[in-house]
Nanobody
């Protein structure tokens, strides 16, 4: 059974960078589309980015385009989210999630929490001076 563990969160100043990791165990992560989501206090969880099984397709929510980059290393069962030019509005708990449907991540399609059945426990990202 697939299990996901996020890491790499922390406190960073505005304009800084962090790289989040989503490590999988119990199954091959290459069999899954992976998404990154975030939830800020008092707000709904939102999709941030997703990546197809072999990395050919990626998608981002408009607010992070040009600042965040998703990538994957299937040999090491890990998906990454490189976050640059961070803003206070990026402060949230960040989660990774997986789905086995091959076409879950498509350019121009929304990244929906309901479409991803397997979740990690989250990692806190705080952007503050």
């Amino acid at each position: 059974q697939l299990q996901l563990v996020e890491s790499g969160g922390g406190l960073v100043q505005p304009g800084g960078s962090l790289r989040l990791s989503c490590a999988a165990s119990g199954s091959q992560l290459g069999w899954y589309v992976v998404g990154w989501f975030r939830q800020a206090p008092g707000k709904e969880r939102e999709g941030v980015s997703c990546i197809s099984k072999f990395g050919a397709e990626t998608e981002y929510v408009e607010s992070v385009k040009g600042r965040f980059t998703i990538s994957r290393d299937n040999a090491n069962n890990t998906v990454y989210l490189q976050m640059d030019a961070l803003k206070p509005d990026d402060t949230a708990i960040y989660y990774c999630a997986a789905d086995s449907y091959s076409f879950r991540c498509r350019a121009g399609s929304p990244i929906l929490t309901a479409d991803f059945p397997t979740w990690g426990q989250g990692t806190q990202v705080t952007v503050s001076s």
